[in-house]
């Protein structure tokens, strides 16, 4: 009964930490503790396909960028599967860089991994700061003239 106690207890302090203990809720998508919407894992479809848009974008010049940021939202989108109750800030930060894979298979460029990495952290921060719900219009259909530019 013990170890069940501290257990219960180790869960608790450890969502609390990360800001998903029961009270709370992820602001960044409409992600409620609990059982895992349609509408949470789109939310976190879209940002991590924002994510990976980001790193291709600005890595646009080298021949890797399409599969790195085609490879980076998949990644993305597995942890999102596995932790549906992260938040979406962790979740953009912690996801596996294709990097080492991409730049190994399909690169000769010596600044491949330097230059992906530094594109992943534009991907995280893609991801983690794109508004949701992105409402430009009083019916809340957005158009891209009035989205934020997140790969800034």
Same mark, same amino acid.
């Given at each position: 009964?013990?170890?069940?106690?501290?257990?219960?207890?180790?869960?608790?302090?450890?969502?609390?930490?990360?800001?998903?203990?029961?009270?709370?809720?992820?602001?960044?998508?409409?992600?409620?503790?609990?059982?895992?919407?349609?509408?949470?894992?789109?939310?976190?479809?879209?940002?991590?396909?924002?994510?990976?848009?980001?790193?291709?974008?600005?890595? &646009? /010049?080298?021949?890797? #960028? @399409?599969?790195?940021?085609?490879?980076?939202?998949?990644?993305?989108?597995?942890? %999102?599967?596995? *932790?549906?109750?992260?938040?979406?800030?962790?979740?953009?930060?912690?996801?596996?860089?294709?990097?080492?894979?991409?730049?190994?298979?399909?690169?000769?460029?010596?600044?491949?991994?330097?230059?992906?990495?530094?594109?992943?952290?534009? &991907? /995280?921060?893609?991801? #983690? @700061?794109?508004?949701?719900?992105?409402?430009?219009?009083?019916?809340?259909?957005? %158009?891209?003239? *009035?989205?934020?530019?997140?790969?800034?």
């Amino acid at each position: 009964m013990a170890n069940r106690a501290w257990a219960i207890v180790v869960f608790l302090l450890t969502d609390q930490a990360l800001g998903q203990g029961p009270s709370t809720r992820d602001q960044n998508c409409p992600c409620p503790y609990g059982p895992v919407t349609k509408v949470c894992l789109e939310c976190r479809r879209v940002r991590c396909s924002i994510g990976g848009s980001a790193l291709t974008k600005w890595a &646009a /010049a080298e021949q890797w #960028a @399409t599969e790195a940021g085609k490879k980076w939202a998949e990644n993305c989108e597995s942890l %999102t599967r596995s *932790n549906p109750h992260s938040s979406t800030e962790m979740i953009c930060s912690t996801t596996v860089t294709p990097c080492a894979a991409i730049c190994a298979s399909r690169s000769k460029d010596a600044n491949c991994p330097s230059r992906c990495a530094e594109n992943v952290g534009r &991907a /995280a921060h893609a991801c #983690a @700061t794109f508004p949701w719900p992105a409402r430009s219009k009083p019916v809340g259909v957005a %158009t891209e003239e *009035n989205l934020p530019d997140v790969f800034t």
